[in-house]
């Protein structure tokens, strides 16, 4: 092929659009501290989602730690194994303790059925992921937190666009912490956002960002620098306009994705239980690693490179300590293969994709 395929590309705006935000930057010499380009941002991701209490920041890492600090939690956070490492780093670095819950084998999120089973005097929160943008059981983890007397922080790290019961899926949990990097649908280069349940708990995550002041300027809480800058939002506010033709286009080729790997045998996808999906990720799941590895080397030989999100399992990890065994996330990380999908993927592209999948099984 005569140009490298990556599993994303970063959606991008016209640059005269970007370009003409930047120069009211550059009028106002306005770069940080909660500018008019961040309040206006969070206005539009607030009046697109249905959403309120949304607090932009400098990423989604730095979302799920400023979650955790404003609910004030210390002790053991129940969590998922299939996940990006920023899961467990957020909860190690705010001092708590990750317990990995396997995942369901069928939509790759967090195995509701288990989670009960690891709930002791020390657990303070569970943490589950919406992996792929796919929504989680959330009614019944939020009645097992209900129950147990626990704190819901959702990171939904992919989620933007997807929907639960008609609703945005941020809109959930004590928190949803989501990612604005580049890799997203949605995207601001480097960024993230907290959408909290509660005004008090959306304040207080707003001092949390800004080193802990309050609106007086005074320091009321230990806090840190967790803004977006000016440039950044600048560019969410440029992409956000073409927002839904990104989405629309990924739904299409998602679809194309499955009409045409539908019937290879040893092939099997994510299900899809809960609300609709934003097609973040097409991932495909090989009955055996060397299936995955002969396949993704016939891509690689042909300048095609797919991802194996999410390899190793986090709970495999050397500097992750866990006493949990995760036998389906273990295996399913083995052999799970996300393949490119973006906005500039030509249809013919995902075809010739396909066309090397089914060659090389």
């Avoid at 799920?64 to 990006?84: N, R, Y």
């Avoid at 929160?125 to 059981?137: E, K, L, N, Q, T």
């Amino acid at each position: 092929m005569s140009k490298n395929i990556y599993v994303t590309q970063p959606s991008l705006p016209p640059l005269d659009e970007y370009v003409a935000l930047l120069e009211e930057i550059w009028d106002t010499g306005i770069l940080t501290h909660n500018g008019p380009m961040v309040r206006n941002l969070e206005s539009q991701l607030c009046e697109k989602l249905a959403l309120s209490n949304l607090s932009l920041v400098t990423n989604g890492t730095i979302a799920l730690q400023m979650a955790m600090k404003a609910l004030d939690l210390k002790g053991e956070v129940i969590t998922t194994p299939f996940s990006w490492i920023a899961t467990v780093s957020a909860i190690k670095w705010e001092h708590c303790t990750p317990v990995f819950c396997d995942i369901d084998e069928d939509t790759f999120n967090i195995d509701v059925d288990k989670i009960e089973d690891l709930i002791n005097e020390n657990t303070v929160a569970i943490m589950p992921v919406h992996v792929f943008g796919a929504a989680c059981d959330i009614e019944r983890i939020e009645a097992i937190a209900a129950k147990h007397g626990l704190k819901v922080i959702y990171d939904a790290a992919h989620a933007l666009g997807s929907t639960y019961k008609g609703k945005s899926l941020l809109s959930y949990g004590d928190v949803s912490a989501t990612s604005l990097h580049g890799t997203k649908l949605f995207n601001t280069a480097e960024g993230g956002a907290c959408i909290a349940k509660t005004d008090s708990l959306h304040e207080r995550i707003n001092r949390i960002r800004f080193f802990g002041h309050d609106e007086s300027r005074d320091i009321v809480e230990d806090g840190f620098n967790g803004k977006m800058t000016e440039v950044h939002a600048a560019l969410g506010l440029a992409n956000l306009k073409y927002f839904d033709d990104v989405l629309k286009d990924r739904k299409s080729k998602y679809h194309l994705y499955m009409d045409t790997l539908s019937g290879v045998q040893g092939l099997t996808y994510q299900a899809i239980k809960f609300g609709e999906c934003n097609y973040s990720y097409f991932p495909i799941v090989f009955e055996n690693e060397d299936v995955l590895l002969n396949v993704m080397a016939a891509l690689n030989s042909n300048d095609i490179y797919p991802r194996r999100y999410f390899y190793p399992s986090l709970n495999t990890f050397e500097k992750v300590v866990s006493k949990q065994a995760a036998p389906v996330s273990e295996s399913l990380s083995k052999r799970i293969l996300c393949l490119p999908l973006y906005k500039g993927l030509q249809v013919s592209d995902i075809q010739t994709i396909c066309q090397i999948v089914k060659a090389a099984m």
